[in-house]
């Protein structure tokens, strides 16, 4: 089946520094990512879609130029969290589909990144 | 925006009872998928439905979309307590490449 691994699983940064999630497909490639924050107890809320080889496009509401998105090739999307604080703390998760048989597998997520401002 | 409601937002069941979940759109929905997600975990696919009135069965599981394909529901048989999580529908676009709009999500917790 298709595998989306993410990384790191968690992370602990001062305010003010960036970090750099990423997020890749191990056996398919994707045209398409997508990247999600869920806040504890709530849905996840699309932050934007990451297309290889263009611009990603953000959602209503999120700062493109804070949540810096690259998709540099089918298999591999990285998002970094710039000058991050506190109110940025959050579980970020990436999601891909396979170019083929997506009916079936659905959109495939990776296991999620806990992010922690302090 | 194009949400997707749904209710209960939260069901706590003995073992061996039945559990339901309910999805429902303004708006006709081109497909509707469902994902559990474990405490702590990743949402993981179960299944997704798109012809009116589809019915399909996983087991104990049963995933329903609804005539008008504007509601869809999950019913879970004799729950026992590896069924707990949270269970999202999502309603996703007309195309593959499309995004998926979650709904709230029903956390469920099973007493043994």
């Known amino acids: 089946g298709a595998v989306v691994s993410q990384h790191p699983s968690r992370v602990i940064c001062k305010s003010g520094t960036s970090v750099k999630i990423e997020c890749r497909s191990l056996?398919?490639?994707?045209?398409?990512m997508f990247w999600y924050r869920q806040f504890p107890k709530q849905s996840l809320m699309l932050m934007a879609t990451?297309?290889?080889?263009?611009?990603?496009?953000?959602e209503q509401g999120v700062e493109k130029d804070k949540f810096l998105i690259n998709h540099a090739s089918l298999t591999l999307s990285t998002l970094t969290v710039t000058s991050a604080h506190p109110e940025d703390s959050s579980f970020y998760i990436c999601?891909?589909?396979?170019?083929?048989?997506?009916?079936?597998?659905?959109?495939?997520f990776g296991s999620g990144t806990r992010l922690t401002v302090v | 925006g194009q949400q997707v409601m749904q209710i209960p937002q939260y069901q706590h069941v003995q073992e061996g009872e039945d559990f339901t979940t309910y999805c429902n759109s303004s708006?006709?929905?081109?497909?509707i998928q469902w994902y559990k997600q474990r405490p702590g975990g990743h949402p993981v696919f179960l299944i997704q439905?798109?012809?009116?009135?589809e019915v399909k069965k996983q087991k104990r599981l049963t995933f329903q979309f609804g005539e008008a394909k504007k509601n869809s529901s999950l019913h879970i048989t004799a729950t026992q307590t590896t069924d707990v999580g949270t269970y999202f529908c999502?309603?996703?676009?007309?195309?593959?490449?499309?995004?998926?709009?979650f709904g709230e999500g029903t956390q469920l917790t099973v007493n043994p």
């Open positions: 056996d398919f490639q994707a045209t398409t």
């Open positions: 990451s297309n290889e080889g263009s611009k990603a496009t953000y």
């Open positions: 439905l798109v012809k009116s009135g």
């Open positions: 708006t006709t929905l081109s497909n």
């Open positions: 999502a309603r996703g676009g007309e195309t593959s490449g499309s995004r998926l709009t």
């Open positions: 999601s891909a589909i396979p170019l083929t048989g997506w009916a079936n597998y659905g959109y495939t």
